[in-house]
């Protein structure tokens, strides 16, 4: 996980382990993506993070 400039946290989608042959192109390529935590989920997160 990671910190942005604005404070988001942004996250690795999931998916992407082992069986890459059955999933479709589309959903292969969408899971390179970094995705982002929501607020509610960024705030517990953020509390355990040590700096």
């Not at 942004?10 to 969408?30: D, F």
Request: hydrophobic share 30%; net charge positive; aromatic share 0%.
């Amino acid at each position: 996980m990671k910190v942005t400039g604005t404070g988001k946290i942004t996250r690795k989608k999931s998916g992407k382990g082992h069986l890459l042959s059955v999933k479709s192109g589309k959903s292969r390529r969408n899971m390179r993506q970094t995705a982002t935590v929501p607020d509610h989920i960024a705030r517990a997160i953020k509390e355990q993070m040590v700096h």
